[in-house]
């Protein structure tokens, strides 16, 4: 998609359609006498994602003059305004419309980019007859402008491209996108935009010790990959390198502990953690915070082959602890502390990882919010400020020392699982914790929050690249 920057008054902006945002209660009628009558008429009120299209409109350069419902102005937030950005692209492209000049004040600019950019995107990449459209330009005008915009427009246009190369990614099937495939598309984007990429593969981890890993991956005829992505500043802060680390099983079938049939098709989604911190490093690479960040990203098929991990079986960790493997379903936790631990002797002063981990976490908090767990409140605050601020809920969860309690096994140092299905997500957590070696450190499930089963108004079905933007924004604002 073109985007550009106009600090042109509106009315003289040529595009398919000019877009201008109205809240409630707040028709700008001196406009054009069309608005005054959909005002009198109640045809318009502002709600939001209500759109009224007026053709040809006299005094525009435009060939349409679009009204956007923006609901209330009180509650009108950033993350609205992107929302409204992707919607009206959706709504408006499925017209065939090819350019939209969307007026926007200088402080949303950022944000009704990223949702005009993430709006276009489709999943129907594997589809030989598209029914989907795209844009083609996206202006965003803003009248009483600077220049200086351009600058946010560039880091609006980076964190979306991005969290579209995310998205890309989760939407390929296990059969396309297996680890050493994600291992090659991770070169490529680090070649592409200068960072170090280092890959472990099958042989290497297996001289280091990476025992937890190499279990959940040594029932599948596809071999393991182990990537690691460096940026590093030219002149980096001190005492500060973070750890961004993602779980990408490029596809679960839950191994001898198997998952039900309805359904599995999803889970080629379960390595939107691992693809989500690419994503992030694409962005980190362009913007260049003042921090060094790693990406530690373990990346396995967990499958029920004649060779798989049996309940009941025991691994070594690359840290020496041993797990007892009671539900070879819970394997995301097993390939994460084999790689928290490599991020910790790579010199990881803070970690955060990202996992579609449970499915306790939807039924805590729905698909409205991610999970985030931590055993360091000055990190977690770190992070909970950046979602909030580029629309990724979150939800701190406890981590209260009874629920380790619910991790004690006789066999083996600790189990995969607890003995029960209450707070699943949390012993999942309290587990992971385990291998922290006392770093701060965060975790966050986003398991309900990695893909949608339907099509938002302003987002498309499937992966959403979900912590992209709170990653990125957690490396610029350290």
């Known amino acids: 998609m073109n985007v550009q920057l106009s600090l042109a008054a509106a009315a003289s902006v040529a595009a398919d359609a000019l877009v201008i945002p109205v809240f409630e209660g707040d028709l700008p009628t001196a406009l054009h006498p069309w608005i005054a009558e959909l005002e009198a008429s109640g045809e318009f009120s502002g709600k939001p994602a209500e759109l009224s299209i007026i053709p040809q409109p006299t005094g525009f350069a435009a060939k349409r003059l679009v009204l956007a419902g923006a609901g209330k102005l ?4 950033g993350a609205e305004a992107r929302k409204l950005a992707g919607s009206v692209v959706r709504a408006l492209k499925a017209r065939s419309i090819k350019s939209i000049a969307f007026v926007t004040e200088a402080g ?19 589809k030989l007859n598209k029914d989907s459209k795209h844009l083609e330009t996206f202006i965003a005008v803003v009248p009483e402008g600077a220049p200086t915009l351009e600058a946010a427009l560039d880091r609006a246009r980076i964190i979306a491209e991005a969290q579209n190369f995310a998205r890309d990614l989760a939407n390929e099937p296990g059969n396309l996108l297996t680890p050493n495939v994600l291992a090659a598309r991770a070169r490529a ?45 030219a002149a980096p802060v001190e005492g500060v390198h973070l750890a961004l680390v993602g779980k990408a099983v490029t596809f679960d079938t839950g191994g001898i502990s198997i998952k039900p049939s309805e359904g599995m098709e999803q ?44 309940p009941g079986d025991i691994v070594k960790s690359l840290a020496g602890k041993t797990v007892e493997v009671l539900n070879t379903d819970a394997e995301g936790r097993l390939i994460l502390i084999d790689a928290m631990t490599w991020a910790i002797r790579q010199g990881a002063t803070h970690l955060v990882d990202a996992a579609t981990l449970t499915g306790a976490i939807g039924v805590a908090l729905g698909a409205v919010n991610a999970g985030a767990f931590s055993n360091d409140q000055p990190l977690l605050d770190r992070v909970l400020t950046a979602s909030k601020k580029q629309g990724e809920k979150m939800w701190p969860m406890p981590m209260d020392d009874e629920y380790k309690e619910l991790l004690k096994c006789a066999y083996a140092d600790m189990p995969n699982i607890s003995g029960g299905r209450a707070g699943g997500a949390i012993t999942a ?5 385990e291998w922290t070696e006392g770093k701060p450190w965060v975790h966050l499930d986003i398991a309900s929050m990695a893909w949608m089963t339907d099509a938002k108004p302003f987002l498309s079905k499937g992966p959403t690249g979900f912590g992209v933007r709170t990653f990125v924004d957690l490396a610029l604002h350290w």
């Not at 949303?108 to 594997?126: C, K, Q, S, T």
């Not at 994503?279 to 967990?302: C, D, R, W, Y």
């Not at 957590?429 to 914790?433: D, G, N």
């Open 74 to 77: 009180d509650k009108f937030t």
């Open 108 to 126: 949303h600019l950022g944000v009704a980019v990223e949702g005009a950019i993430l709006g276009d995107w489709e999943a129907d990449v594997h």
């Open 189 to 233: 984007m680090s070649a592409t935009y200068g960072l170090d990429c280092e890959v472990l593969d099958e042989d290497r981890m297996r001289q280091l010790g990476f025992g937890s890993l190499l279990g959940v991956a040594q029932g599948s005829a596809e071999p393991p990959t182990f990537m690691v992505i460096r940026y590093t500043p």
């Open 267 to 310: 889970m080629k989604y379960d390595m939107c953690g691992g693809a989500a911190a690419l994503g992030a490093m694409q962005a980190i690479a362009q913007l260049k915070p003042a921090i060094p960040v790693t990406a530690f990203i373990p990346s396995v098929e967990n499958m029920p082959g004649s060779r798989a991990q049996r």
């Open 429 to 433: 957590a309290k587990f992971l914790e």
